[in-house]
C-alpha cells in the first residue's frame, strides 16, 4: 500500500491519480490503434480520452457524494467536494458516457461503432484503476477476513488495521482476464456491430455484482470511523465494518452497485441477443490516399 508516491515541495504525488492518468493515457493510444484499424480519423481518441476523464471524475465524484456519503458531503461540503478520495466507478461511467456521446455526435461518427472499440478499453481501465485504489486504500476494500491474503490498509485513505478483503484484487484479477479475452479473442472475430459492447457490458455486470459481496460501503465505514475515533481499535473498526455492511447491502440484500450491475448485464444479454443474427462487420480495405491521422484522403503533390 503506497497513497503517495513522492512529494515536489507542497506538490504531492498520490498512486492513485498517477493510476488513473495511466489508464487514460492507455487507454487513449489504444483506442487510437482501433480507430486507425477501421481506418476512423485517429484525433478522436484524443477528444474521447478528454471527455472520459472529466465526465468520469466528475460523474464518479458526485455519484459518491450524493449516494455513498451524503451525511459527509453535508458536514464539510468544500473539503469533500475537492478530496481526491471518493470516486465510485458506476458514477464515473454514466458521466463518461455522457460526455463521450457528445463528443462522437460532433464528430458525426457511429456511436455504436465507437461503443464497440471503447468497450474492451474500458475494462482495462476499470483494472488499472482499482490498482489505484489498492494501492491507495481508499476504502474499497471487503469486510475482515481470516483468510491468508487478507490485507490490511493503516496509512490508507479510509485506513484499517484489521486484515479485509482486498476487493479491488478480485476486481484487478477479474477485468485482466475479461480484457484479455475481448481483446485478444472476440476483437479478432468480424463480430456484426453491437456484439463488442453487448460482450464488455456483460463481462462488467458480472464482474461487480460478484465482488460486491466481498466489499463495504466506504462512505459509511469512513464517517463512522472518524466521528467514533475508532481507528487503531480493534473493536471500533469491527463496529464500524458491521455498519458499513449493513448500509452496503440494505436493498433487498443487495447493494446499489449490484443492482446496476444486474441492469448493465441484462442489457448487455438483450444487445447480444438482438445482434446475433446481423452481418459481420470487416474493416474496409485501405485507401492510401487517406490521412491515418485524419481519416480525411490526402492532397496530391503532383
Request: charged share 15%.
Amino acid at each position: 500500500m503506497l497513497p503517495e508516491l513522492f512529494s515536489i515541495g507542497p506538490l504531492t504525488v498520490h498512486s492513485y491519480g498517477v493510476m488513473l492518468a495511466v489508464a487514460f493515457l492507455l487507454g487513449a493510444w489504444l483506442l487510437r490503434l482501433e480507430l486507425r484499424r477501421w481506418h476512423l480519423p485517429e484525433d478522436l481518441a484524443d477528444r474521447v480520452a478528454i471527455a472520459g476523464m472529466i465526465g468520469g471524475i466528475a460523474g464518479a465524484k458526485l455519484y459518491f457524494l450524493l449516494v455513498e456519503a451524503p451525511d459527509q458531503f453535508a458536514l464539510a461540503p468544500l473539503s469533500m467536494l475537492f478530496s481526491g478520495a471518493g470516486l465510485t466507478f458506476y458514477g464515473g461511467l454514466l458521466g463518461a458516457i455522457l460526455l463521450i456521446l457528445w463528443v462522437v455526435w460532433r464528430a458525426k461518427v457511429s456511436v455504436v461503432r465507437l461503443a464497440d472499440l471503447i468497450g474492451p478499453i474500458l475494462v482495462l481501465g476499470y483494472a488499472l484503476g482499482r490498482v489505484g485504489c489498492l494501492l491507495s486504500g481508499d476504502g474499497d476494500y471487503g469486510p475482515p477476513t481470516d483468510l491468508p491474503w487478507g490485507i490490511s490498509f493503516p496509512e490508507g485513505t479510509v485506513p484499517t488495521t484489521l486484515r479485509v478483503h482486498p476487493t479491488p484484487l478480485y476486481e484487478i484479477i477479474l477485468c485482466g482476464i475479461g480484457f484479455a479475452v475481448l481483446w485478444s479473442w472476440l476483437r479478432r472475430k468480424n463480430l456484426p456491430r453491437g456484439m463488442m459492447v453487448g460482450a464488455s457490458l456483460v463481462t462488467i455486470g458480472l464482474e461487480r455484482f460478484f465482488t460486491e459481496f466481498w466489499r463495504i460501503d466506504s462512505g459509511v465505514l469512513a464517517t463512522v470511523m472518524y466521528r467514533a475515533n475508532a481507528f487503531g481499535s480493534a473493536e471500533g473498526e469491527r463496529t464500524a465494518f458491521r455498519a458499513a455492511v449493513e448500509a452496503h447491502y440494505q436493498y433487498a440484500g443487495l447493494s446499489i452497485a449490484q443492482w446496476i450491475s444486474i441492469a448493465l448485464f441484462l442489457l448487455g444479454v438483450v444487445i447480444l441477443w438482438n445482434r446475433r443474427n446481423a452481418k459481420p462487420a470487416m474493416p474496409p480495405a485501405r485507401d492510401k490516399s487517406v490521412s491515418a491521422g485524419t481519416g480525411k484522403p490526402q492532397k496530391s503533390s503532383a
